[in-house]
């Protein structure tokens, strides 16, 4: 940074409308934080790569937790730690009595221990196990925390970076959970999350109920224990009607069965047989009513499997566990926070798509609070596979500029 841009001390407006996103853009001091941002793109994309080729399975996040600690140290961030469930946090403090927006990009992949996350280059395409989703939006947080570091460039609201832990399946949205319930309990007025590749919004939580499903039994030998009701047969009669169920097209409303174990031979009576249910809904309301379909369909496969064997001496049980509930909920195109982040989209030469998906901003949104969450750039596929790629093409930077015009409009807004 020049000496000039270190003197620049200029505060955000206290109230920021969407409308305002344009010149708050052209500003002379901002501007120079974009140009950096941009000239700054090989240390954004050094980033992504490093902690990509640091593995963060579910709930095993913490090697990768540290390392972007130390990059939340290295930049300048204050009040630098982890939380109880590993989040990592640090802030820079606003001003005045300016709202609190949270920049969060998640530590976890859906990759299990022992995946190969190495990363290979070949031009501006990255490809490694979870390089888009979401160590390219871990990169755009830390570039964000970098800039605004290296400026006197003010905002009355604080914005606090996060690296938080269990966006995906299995976490159950746990790191953010945990800032809304207890590290940051009625301190966030606004969260934006980065997650994966492109230029769009999710604004629209899908919010899922996900189930492990066992039927249970005492087994047998599939000749000699002949006329005992089966546990497998239960378990297709299940996914059967679950099948059969009708949804909604509008909203859109989903469910799939993603695993089925059981059994320990072909001439055997299995004692158990399980499967894994996932139903998803932007719609609270449809997503219940889907739930009950569902359950219903549950228990009338264990009494059917029971009355065809009425003489059986094994009478199955079942067992639901639940694995996931993410709420689902909406907030309205004109919602501020939508409406700042279309604003910064566009004027950075880009209009973004306003969509539906599963995030870490399904926990503000079921709560009925301002949340987003938005693209960092560039291009990509593959995610959750083990070709995942990453293309930073011409203009990935507006990634990172995207996001820190976001935090910055609302940091500047009470």
């Known amino acids: 940074m020049t000496r000039s841009l270190a003197l620049i001390a200029l505060a955000l407006p206290a109230v920021l409308g969407a409308q305002d996103v344009p010149r708050l853009a052209a500003r002379p001091d901002v501007a120079i934080l974009l140009d950096s941002i941009r000239a700054r793109n090989a240390w954004t994309l050094t980033q992504q790569t490093t902690l990509c080729?640091?593995?963060?399975?579910?709930?095993?996040?913490?090697?990768?937790?540290?390392?972007?600690?130390?990059?939340?140290?290295?930049?300048?961030?204050?009040?630098?730690?982890?939380?109880?469930?590993?989040?990592?946090?640090?802030?820079?403090?606003?001003?005045?009595?300016?709202?609190?927006?949270?920049?969060?990009g998640h530590l976890d992949t859906v990759f299990p221990e022992g995946t190969d996350v190495r990363v290979t280059r070949a031009g501006t395409r990255y490809t490694g196990r979870g390089i888009g989703d979401d160590c390219r939006g871990l990169a755009v947080v830390l570039s964000v925390a970098r800039a605004l570091q290296n400026t006197a460039v003010q905002t009355p609201g604080t914005i606090i970076f996060v690296g938080n832990v269990g966006e995906e399946g299995p976490g159950n949205l746990r790191g953010t959970r945990h800032l809304y319930e207890r590290e940051l309990k009625d301190r966030i007025d606004y969260f934006v999350s980065v997650d994966g590749a492109g230029q769009s919004v999710t604004s629209r939580a899908v919010g899922s109920h996900r189930y492990r499903v066992t039927y249970k039994g005492r087994g047998g030998h599939s000749y000699g224990a002949f006329g005992n009701p089966n546990p497998a047969h239960a378990l297709g009669r299940a996914i059967a009607a679950i099948a059969d169920i009708?949804?909604?097209?509008?909203?859109?409303?989903?469910?799939?069965?993603?695993?089925?174990?059981?059994?320990?031979?072909?001439?055997?009576?299995?004692?158990?047989?399980?499967?894994?249910?996932?139903?998803?809904?932007?719609?609270?309301?449809?997503?219940?009513?889907?739930?009950a379909k569902a359950q219903r369909a549950l228990r009338k496969a264990l009494a059917a499997e029971n009355a065809r064997w009425p003489r059986g001496r094994d009478r199955l049980s079942l067992v639901i566990d639940t694995i996931g509930l993410r709420p689902a909920g909406a907030q309205p195109d004109s919602a501020r926070i939508v409406r700042v982040a279309t604003a910064a989209g566009r004027a950075l030469g880009f209009s973004p798509d306003i969509q539906a998906s599963s995030?870490?901003?399904?926990?503000?949104?079921?709560?009925?609070k301002p949340g987003i969450t938005i693209d960092g750039g560039g291009t990509g596929g593959g995610a959750h596979g083990l070709d995942e790629w990453y293309d930073d093409g011409a203009d990935g930077w507006k990634g990172p500029q995207w996001a820190l015009l976001v935090a910055l409009a609302l940091a500047g807004a009470r």
């Open 53 to 104: 080729e640091i593995p963060a399975p579910p709930f095993k996040e913490a090697t990768r937790g540290l390392a972007y600690k130390a990059e939340f140290e290295r930049v300048g961030l204050t009040n630098v730690r982890v939380d109880a469930v590993g989040n990592v946090i640090g802030e820079r403090r606003g001003t005045g009595s300016g709202p609190t927006v949270v920049l969060a």
């Open 246 to 291: 009708q949804v909604p097209t509008t909203p859109k409303t989903t469910f799939n069965v993603g695993v089925i174990s059981g059994g320990t031979s072909v001439n055997s009576i299995p004692f158990d047989a399980s499967m894994e249910l996932d139903m998803r809904s932007e719609s609270a309301r449809a997503l219940d009513e889907l739930d």
């Open 359 to 368: 995030t870490d901003a399904n926990v503000p949104i079921g709560l009925g």
